[in-house]
């Protein structure tokens, strides 16, 4: 049998980045054909939370942490 023998790591080559680089954010241009099998404007949004949450003491003191400002703004100072 033949030993096999470590493999060096691979060396980077920094040079000219690939000009395809940030293709990733222009959207494919559209095929022709059928249409998607979703269509979203059919899609109906339902609301199936419970009339109350319950939420922690922690979680309040958190967003008063975070928010405590823009909740004063929108609806006035603390009593």
């Known amino acids: 049998m033949s030993r ?14 690939p000009d395809d680089l940030l293709d990733y954010a222009n959207p494919p241009e559209s095929r022709a054909g059928r249409p998607p099998k979703h269509d979203l404007s059919s899609w109906a ?14 979680e309040v003191d958190v967003f008063e942490a975070w928010f405590g400002d823009l909740f004063d703004e929108l609806f006035g100072p603390c009593r």
């Open 45 to 58: 949004v339902t609301d199936d939370w419970p009339e109350r949450i319950p939420v922690t003491d922690a």
């Open 4 to 17: 096999s023998r470590p493999r060096r790591p691979r060396r980077v080559r920094f040079g000219i980045p």
